[in-house]
């Protein structure tokens, strides 16, 4: 599975932080996945969360889909803008992951991923997640 970062935001406090924050966890996902069983699918998983006030975020709805015949997923879910301005850095990282559990899980069983494949990817992220959140919350 190639694994792609971008993001739709209209962030300001922390705006740098934001790109090294996807940068990570791009290079993350990227290492975790190619040493999984998801490595050898043949799909491409586009993770674009989207990122925006509350003023704007009605012109930035979530677009999660799954692309069967050309073997693309499109995560694009819509963030907690409020806990990611308001938190600190652990929070931040944590959001980002919290988006693509909730969305990206639904998607890879919309590809048809064996139960086994979608424990994976979900174990990736959520042991991210616990490394995060361990003593912040």
């Known amino acids: 599975m190639d694994f792609w970062v ?3 935001s209209d962030v300001t406090i ?3 932080q934001f790109t090294l924050l996807l940068d990570a966890l791009r290079t993350c ?6 040493e999984s069983g998801l490595a050898s699918s043949g799909w491409t998983f586009y ?9 704007r975020a009605s012109r930035y709805p979530a677009r999660t889909r799954c692309y069967s015949k050309k073997k693309v997923m ?3 879910p819509q963030l907690d803008h409020r806990r990611y301005v308001e938190g600190a850095d652990a929070i931040r990282e944590a ?16 590809a048809g ?3 086994n494949l979608q424990a994976e990817f979900e174990g990736i992220i959520r042991g991210r997640l616990e490394t995060l959140l361990r003593g912040r919350e």
Do not use: H, T, W
């Not at 993770?47 to 003023?55: A, H, T």
């Open 14 to 16: 922390g705006d740098g």
């Open 47 to 55: 993770y674009v969360p989207i990122l925006m006030s509350e003023e």
């Open 113 to 115: 991923f064996s139960e």
């Open 29 to 34: 996902m990227r290492r975790s996945i190619a």
């Open 74 to 76: 499109n995560c694009c």
């Open 95 to 110: 959001v980002l992951y919290e988006g693509l559990l909730q969305d990206g899980a639904v998607l890879l069983k919309r």
């Open 6 to 8: 971008s993001a739709e």
